[in-house]
């Protein structure tokens, strides 16, 4: 099992900037690859970025290219999300996520943390 807390969410300005930051804790050395996920009102979840641990690949959606970046630390206890010239489409409740595989293959999330942006 994985545990995932978030933090950093709040309420920014349109162009403003947020860093989101994720803890993992338990079995994180099992954990292939660790994301960030959004869902708005009414819409679906949906990918936001991802990193692969063992290699740092990053897979990001073409709506947050060139003003999100993902990261993560060597030791995959943490993941953020450095947000820039944010927009008020991006406001929604963002999820940590990660994939571990180790005795078959399962998805781990966190609690959420509400983005907002507004002037």
């Known amino acids: 099992q994985v545990q995932l807390v978030e933090s950093g969410g709040g309420l920014a300005q349109p162009g403003g900037s947020l860093r989101l930051s994720c803890v993992a804790s338990?079995?994180?050395?099992?954990?292939?690859?660790l994301a960030w996920y959004r869902q708005a009102p009414g819409k679906q979840r949906e990918l936001v970025a991802r990193i692969i641990a063992g290699d740092g690949t990053t897979v990001y959606a073409d709506s947050v290219k060139g003003r999100f970046t993902v990261s993560a630390t060597n030791a995959k206890d943490r993941v953020y999300l450095q947000m820039n010239n944010l927009k008020p489409e991006d406001t929604a409740v963002y999820y940590c996520?990660?994939?571990?595989?180790?005795?078959?293959?399962?998805?781990?999330w966190g609690q959420g943390t509400q983005v907002t942006v507004s002037s």
């Open positions: 338990g079995n994180i050395f099992s954990i292939y690859a």
């Open positions: 996520n990660v994939l571990v595989l180790g005795g078959g293959v399962s998805n781990h």
